[in-house]
T-cell receptor, first 116, second 113 residues
Framework: GAGVSQTPSNKVTEKGKYVELRCDPI?????LYWYRQSLGQGPEFLIY????????DSGLPNDRFFAVRPEGSVSTLKIQRTERGDSAVYLC??????????????FGEGSRLTVL | AQSVSQHNHHVILSEAASLELGCNYS??????LFWYVQYPGQHLQLLLK??????LVKGIKGFEAEFIKSKFSFNLRKPSVQWSDTAEYFC???????????FGSGTRLLVRP
């Protein structure tokens, strides 16, 4: 597609529920990133994929968070047993690859998660 | 660990005023530097970037930024702002050849017509 697509754009759930957020990156971009943006803060790194593998998941806050990218394109961020503190905008970005191009990220519009 | 500081959280200007947004980073090695912008209701997009060479870089819409290595700074400037520049601006840094982009907390700019 023309840009990074994220669904849903808004998700309201109850504490303790399971949530999936989807990201469809720009065609041909091998690198995919998930960031989380809380109110009044800049985006915070969660996880980075190069192809199908998670090259760095050091930003995931705990084991309730998990992400997959089984075919090297679409990625799903999964949050188990959601807590109110998980409320944030979850941003997906893609880029052509590593090296000097690594920082030229193309962002989606984000999925706003609200946990009641 | 890398970090990015943006000193001004909110800036209000009148049209035609000059703009300078501060950005400082902490990292001992070679870095790439970026400014991203988020217009109301839109996604984050790249405004300009510095990888190497001329420390004064020009971006879209008349913005420029100057990398001052000795001050670990990458301030964003525009000589004359427009109402359409109302947005949130994020400074970001990554270590050279790294994939992990570290963002500042952002500066909300409001330009009054």
């Amino acid at each position: 597609g023309a840009g990074v697509s994220q669904t849903p754009s808004n998700k309201v759930t109850e504490k303790g529920k399971y949530v999936e957020l989807r990201c469809d990156p720009i065609s041909g971009h091998t690198a995919l990133y998930w960031y989380r943006q809380s109110l009044g803060q800049g985006p915070e790194f969660l996880i980075y994929f190069q192809g199908t593998g998670a090259a760095d998941d050091s930003g995931l806050p705990n084991d309730r968070f998990f992400a997959v990218r089984p075919e090297g394109s679409v990625s799903t961020l999964k949050i188990q047993r959601t807590e109110r503190g998980d409320s944030a905008v979850y941003l997906c970005a893609s880029s052509l690859g590593g090296g000097t191009g690594a920082g030229e990220l193309f962002f989606g519009e984000g999925s706003r998660l609200t946990v009641l | 660990a890398q970090s990015v500081s943006q000193h001004n959280h909110h800036v209000i200007l009148s049209e035609a005023a000059s703009l300078e947004l501060g950005c400082n980073y902490s990292y001992g090695g070679t870095v790439n530097l970026f400014w991203y912008v988020q217009y109301p209701g839109q996604h984050l997009q790249l405004l300009l970037k510095y990888f190497s060479g001329d420390p004064l870089v020009k971006g879209i819409k008349g913005f420029e930024a100057e990398f001052i290595k000795s001050k670990f700074s990458f301030n964003l400037r525009k000589p004359s702002v427009q109402w359409s520049d109302t947005a949130e601006y994020f400074c970001a840094v990554n270590a050279r050849s790294s994939y992990k982009l570290i963002f500042g907390s952002g500066t909300r700019l409001l330009v009054r017509p």
